[in-house]
């Protein structure tokens, strides 16, 4: 069963702040998915990454990709408050279409 | 275009009646996917299908939940009986390819809170 561990699981700051979302496994992903959730929503997609090493940019966002694609982290640089929400990183299993999920970041950021 | 609509939106049962959750992908997905997740854990797959054909069931509970797709439009999935640990939030997801290219990814739909008193 392939696992992804995300970390921290809440994270409160202030508005202009920087933060770092990291999720990591012991499992290799064909590709590797962000999404953000607002309450009463479903997930939708923010980025996908698939090469090792990648590094993808998102306006204020950073996904990075890591070299033996099994780790991946998320980057925010001056945190507003609309970026509020909770960030999930989802693995592509190898060979299927189904994602394994993380448990969630839970970010608040105040004015 | 119209997003994956899901309902009911809430739906809360006692134990043991039966539920039937229903799901419209996105017009043209031949993918859809159906996940849950239950208070604390993290989403889980559950389901998928390719148009009308299961491709995948490996991650339904037993066999207490039934997955139709009629003719590989709108899917239903139903929980009969219902049991107290089938409370969660089913969401419900298309996407146009199973390809694990750079615009892979599913939309989903807002879910469906169930809660099984």
């Given at each position: 069963t392939q696992l992804l561990e995300q970390s921290p699981q809440f994270l409160s700051i202030q508005e202009g702040e920087n933060l770092t979302v990291y999720c990591n496994s012991s499992s290799v992903f064909s590709s590797l998915q962000w999404y953000r959730q607002e309450p009463g929503e479903g997930p939708v997609l923010l980025v996908t990454v698939v090469t090792g090493g990648e590094v993808k940019k998102l306006k204020r966002l950073t996904f990075q990709f890591g070299d033996a694609r099994k780790d991946s982290s998320l980057h925010i640089t001056a945190?507003?408050?609309?970026?509020t929400g909770l960030y999930l990183c989802a693995g592509a299993n190898p060979g299927y279409s189904t994602l394994t999920f993380g448990k969630g970041t839970m970010l608040l950021v105040s004015p | 275009e119209a997003g994956v609509t899901q309902f009911p939106s809430h739906s809360v049962i006692e134990k043991g009646q039966t539920v039937t959750l229903r799901c419209d992908p996105?017009?043209?997905?031949d993918n859809l996917y159906w996940y849950r997740r239950v208070m604390g854990k993290e989403i889980k797959f559950l389901l998928h299908f390719v148009k009308e054909s299961k491709?995948?069931?490996?991650?339904?509970?037993?066999?207490r939940f039934l997955a139709e797709r009629t003719g590989g439009t709108y899917s239903t999935l139903k929980v009969?009986?219902?049991?107290?640990?089938?409370?969660g939030v089913y969401f419900c997801a298309s996407s146009?390819?199973?390809?694990?290219?750079?615009?892979?990814g599913y939309t989903f739909g807002s879910g469906t809170r169930l809660t099984v008193v």
């Open positions: 945190a507003q408050p609309g970026d | 996105i017009s043209g997905h491709q995948d069931e490996s991650g339904m509970p037993n066999n009969q009986p219902a049991e107290l640990e089938d409370s146009q390819d199973t390809l694990m290219g750079q615009g892979f």
